[in-house]
T-cell receptor, first 109, second 112 residues
Framework: KNEVEQSPQNLTAQEGEFITINCSYS?????LHWLQQHPGGGIVSLFM???GKKKHGRLIATINIQEKHSSLHITASHPRDSAVYIC???????????FGKGTHLIIQP | DAGITQSPRYKITETGRQVTLMCHQT?????MFWYRQDLGHGLRLIYY???????DKGEVPDGYVVSRSKTENFPLTLESATRSQTSVYFC???????????FGPGTRLTVL
């Protein structure tokens, strides 16, 4: 079974700061997902990537397949970025997605 | 409206009762999934379906039953609810086995 570890578990930062959330996994995968869970509970898919880097607005996701590691970056963070960010992997012998426990991000004005 | 919906959004039931959580999607996605989310565990896959009449177990299937007679619906039934099944349940769909998943708003279930 793939073990998915996220760090940090909790992160509080000031508005405008550059944010990095890390995800590592134990077994080779076919793709990695980053999701955002809003304070109200809804879950939105942000990225799916299997190599390199993807960018959407102020969000950047990178993956290093050899090191089994991915990072999610938020530039010019804003209080509306406050949410739980969840890393999930697919492949590696499991059906569906295997999730990390999430990183709870709070951006203070 | 297009999208994925779940009902009910909140449910309180008693131990031993049967409960069915509904999931409906309008995209005609082939794959549908049921997850539960618990503090300390994150999201875990209960069951998934690759197409109508094709279902398979995930990581935590015990105590749950699913069916998929139509592509757009994927109900999850707790045949005899237990307190350990108190959780938030999310349904998701995807056009393929690999790819972005689209999540429903979740159902918060409390078993007393």
């Amino acid at each position: 079974k793939n073990e998915v570890e996220q760090s940090p578990q909790n992160l509080t930062a000031q508005e405008g700061e550059f944010i990095t959330i890390n995800c590592s996994y134990s077994v080779g995968i076919s793709a990695l997902h980053w999701l955002q869970q809003h304070p109200g509970g809804g879950i939105v898919s942000l990225f799916m990537l299997s190599s390199g880097k993807k960018k959407h607005g102020r969000l950047i996701a990178t993956i290093n397949i050899q090191e089994k590691h991915s990072s999610l970056h938020i530039t010019a963070s804003h209080p509306r970025d406050s949410a739980v960010y969840i890393c999930a992997v697919e492949g590696g012998g499991a059906d569906g997605l295997t999730f990390g426990k999430g990183t709870h991000l709070i951006i203070q004005p | 409206d297009a999208g994925i919906t779940q009902s009910p959004r909140y449910k309180i039931t008693e131990t031993g009762r049967q409960v069915t959580l509904m999931c409906h999607q309008t995209w005609s996605h082939s794959y549908m999934f049921w997850y539960r989310q618990d503090l300390g565990h994150g999201l875990r896959l209960i069951y998934y379906s690759a197409a109508a009449d094709i279902t398979d177990k995930g990581e935590v299937p015990d105590g749950y039953v699913v069916s998929r007679s139509k592509t757009e619906n994927f109900p999850l039934t707790l045949e005899s609810a237990t307190r350990s099944q108190t959780s938030v349940y999310f349904c998701a769909s995807s056009p393929g086995r690999v790819g972005l998943e689209f999540f429903g708003p979740g159902t918060r279930l409390t078993v007393l």
